[in-house]
């Protein structure tokens, strides 16, 4: 969701940030500075899985993840995002057209919620997705794809689906997922470079180009 269909303007490394110094993590420290970077390497990933990384326990990934979702949400509360332009028409059009949408996130469900509740988001999609919902592996494991495909059933096969991010971690969860579309945005973490490096089959300006990218593949415009 964020920098795919949501502008969250950075927020991720400022409530990481705010996480961090809760942990004893100095601000502008060469250690911050270090973790900081995994943090933006990362995005995309299950943000639970990226703060086992960076501090090695699990009591501390779990201190470090509640705090970090805390300091998210009290930044959605305060109005801090916003949709990508042309997100939620984009969505609109998909549905129109008889596809199933499903939003999925690295976030836990009480951000996703949060997230979904400041853009009256709620009922935007047929179904929205965490790592916990399904099985507990986020991205780049291939299993909140494969759990949308099977919970709606809207296709045949899992070329059929399509997978849209802004991350290479999301492009490695589409590809393995064996999603017949695997589509990069630019309005979000990683570049063109990266998008395709991580096996991109189209990268797009923005999510809202994703409809016209489905109707050609589909022959339909």
Not at 19 to 48: C, F, N, W
Not at 50 to 59: A, I, K, P
Request: aromatic share 4%.
């Amino acid at each position: 969701m964020a920098g795919t269909t949501v502008a969250d303007g950075g927020l991720v490394e400022r409530a990481f940030s705010t996480a961090a110094q809760k942990l004893g993590v100095e601000p502008a420290s060469p250690d911050h500075d270090d973790k900081l970077a995994y943090v933006r390497a990362t995005m995309g990933e299950s943000k639970i899985s990226v703060f086992r990384h960076l501090f090695g326990t699990e009591t501390l990934a779990q201190q470090a993840n509640a705090a970090f979702e805390e300091a998210y949400g009290s930044l959605v509360d305060d109005g801090l995002i916003e949709p990508v332009p042309g997100a939620a028409d984009a969505v609109a059009r998909l549905r129109e057209a008889g596809r199933t949408v499903v939003l999925t996130t690295g976030f836990a469900r009480v951000t996703q919620d949060a997230i979904l509740t400041a853009l009256g988001w709620q009922d935007l999609a047929a179904l929205t997705l965490c790592p916990a919902d399904a099985g507990g592996r986020g991205r780049p494991y291939p299993d909140m794809v494969l759990a949308a495909f099977l919970r709606t059933a809207a296709a045949d096969g899992v070329r059929q689906v399509a997978v849209v991010g802004d991350t290479s971690y999301d492009m490695l969860s589409g590809v393995r997922a064996g999603a017949g579309v695997v589509a990069g945005v630019l309005t979000g973490a990683h570049d063109e470079d990266a998008l395709r490096g991580a096996g991109a089959t189209d990268v797009l300006a923005s999510v809202a180009d994703l409809p016209a990218l489905l109707d050609r593949r589909d022959g339909t415009r």
